[in-house]
């Protein structure tokens, strides 16, 4: 049974320590926020600038690009329409990077009630044999309590480094998801006033040519 509890610590270890790593390279700003396609929502400032940042978000895949392809699939609709359908592709990203956090989760949890569990073992085995040897070796009884609180220590040191990573990786998550609603928000209020803009001045250019026009026909 002890030597059970050990395997099951030493797997816990390792599906730890597989997600973190696996989620510290998922979770890299530049694979999730490209630098190119920031600036290209920068330099996007009207309608027809919308194929070049499309260009660059297919370019570069990323949850961010993901985002962005999807509000422009939405520009020739009502804004409210194109903020709804973001924040419902938004949360399905937000899910998919918090993917494997709850397997640190569980680690977290779970480690130390392993190693409290083979301490427990180990003691319960320990104090079988002195009932039946009795206490004549105190050196040998320390031993092997040194010996049986090793697999407390064990879930400790399983536990610790998981919270950590843990805690710093759901931070991270939040950090990135309000950097994307910043950036895909920037771009919709951008996108939408510039279409105001055409559709306010063309009314106007109309009926500045109209007047040009009459005037000509009464100079003649």
């Given at each position: 049974m002890e030597t059970l509890v050990y395997v099951l610590l030493v797997l816990t270890s390792l599906v730890s320590l597989?997600?973190?790593i696996e989620r510290g390279v998922a979770l890299?700003?530049?694979k999730v926020v490209p630098p190119e396609v920031e600036a290209a929502v920068e330099s996007c400032q009207g309608r027809e600038d919308v194929p070049m940042l499309r260009r660059v978000c297919e370019q570069h895949p990323s949850p961010l690009s993901r985002l962005l392809l999807l509000a422009m699939e939405h520009l020739a609709g009502p804004?409210?329409?194109?903020?709804?359908?973001?924040?419902?592709r938004a949360r399905h990203e937000v899910v998919r990077l918090e993917r494997?956090?709850?397997?640190?989760?569980?680690?977290?949890?779970v480690a130390p009630l392993l190693g409290l569990v083979g301490t427990i073992v180990g003691m319960i085995?320990?104090?079988?044999?002195i009932g039946q040897a009795g206490l004549g070796d105190a050196a040998r009884l320390a031993q092997g309590i040194a010996l049986i609180l090793n697999?407390?220590?064990?879930?400790l040191l399983i536990a610790i480094p998981s919270l950590i990573a843990w805690s710093y990786f759901n931070r991270k998550v939040e950090t990135l998801a309000v950097?994307?609603?910043?950036?895909?928000?920037?771009?919709?209020?951008?996108q939408y006033r510039a279409a105001e803009c055409?559709?306010?001045?063309?009314?106007?250019?109309?009926?500045?040519?109209?007047?040009?026009a009459r005037a000509a026909v009464r100079r003649v």
């Open positions: 597989t997600f973190i890299r700003w530049r804004k409210e329409e194109a903020v709804s359908a973001l924040e419902t494997g956090l709850v397997v640190l989760e569980v680690a977290v949890g085995s320990l104090f079988a044999n697999a407390t220590l064990l879930g950097e994307m609603e910043a950036i895909c928000d920037e771009f919709l209020r951008r055409g559709a306010t001045a063309s009314p106007e250019g109309r009926a500045g040519a109209g007047m040009s």
